[in-house]
């Protein structure tokens, strides 16, 4: 079975805090994905990689940088975290083309 | 705006009901998937479908898609209060790695 895990599951940080979520692979997955989740406002995509070093930036990417600097681990960075950062944030991995997406368990973000 | 909305955004049934969810999105689609999220978890993939197909089925899931009104379905037959939980469409239209969730469906099963 694929594993994706995610570092924490709870997480609470200061306002301008740099702030590292970490996510690891265990399938030899290309593709990995960072998702913020919202009450209301589904998943929405951050940024995702395709291969190692390479990034892709989604649909709301501002305030956040990633890096992927081995295959099986993908980070998401808040640079200077904000309290409108506090979210459930969700991993996810997926092999070459195929569609199907795995996923951690997720991490929730409270920014005080 | 979300390229999937689901609706109901919730509903509430008797366990041995069916459940029937909704989802609409915006563009031409290469496929549609449905996920599964227990509360407070990742999400889990239940069913994917193409976009040259038509309806598809896994165990209690039937799943259609009409391309045309640009619309898919979720039904679960026989729920069980284990069904409870958060379901979502995501479609994939572009760039193969760039799915689009949407916002959800509710679903309580009460036994």
């Known amino acids: 079975d694929v594993k994706v895990t995610q570092s924490s599951r709870y997480l609470v940080k200061r306002t301008g805090e740099k702030v590292f979520l970490e996510c690891v692979q265990d399938?030899?997955?290309?593709?990995m994905f960072w998702y913020r989740q919202d009450p209301g406002l589904g998943l929405r995509l951050i940024y995702f990689?395709?291969?190692?070093?390479?990034?892709e930036k989604g649909d709301i990417p501002e305030g956040y940088s990633v890096s992927r600097e081995k295959k099986e681990r993908f980070s998401l960075i808040l640079e200077s975290a904000s309290t409108n950062q506090t979210s459930m944030y969700l991993c996810?991995?997926?092999?070459?083309?195929?569609?199907?997406?795995?996923f951690g368990q997720g991490t929730r973000l409270t920014v005080v | 705006s979300q390229q999937g909305e689901e609706d109901p955004q919730a509903l509430s049934i008797q366990e041995g009901e069916n459940a029937t969810m909704n989802c609409s999105y915006k563009?031409?689609?290469?496929?549609l998937q449905w996920y599964r999220q227990n509360s407070g978890r990742g999400l889990v993939h239940l069913i994917l479908?193409?976009?040259?197909?038509r309806e598809k089925h896994s165990g209690r899931l039937r799943v259609t898609l009409d391309t045309s009104k640009k619309s898919s379905s979720l039904l679960i037959t026989a729920s069980r209060a284990a069904d409870t939980a958060s379901y979502f469409c995501?479609?994939?239209?572009?760039?193969?790695?760039?799915?689009?969730f949407g916002t959800g469906t509710k679903l309580q099963v009460i036994p």
């Open positions: 399938m030899d997955h290309e593709n």
């Open positions: 995501a479609s994939n239209s572009g760039g193969y790695q760039k799915v689009t």
């Open positions: 563009t031409s689609i290469n496929n």
């Open positions: 990689s395709y291969d190692v070093k390479m990034k």
């Open positions: 479908i193409r976009s040259n197909e």
């Open positions: 996810a991995s997926s092999l070459g083309r195929e569609p199907e997406a795995f």
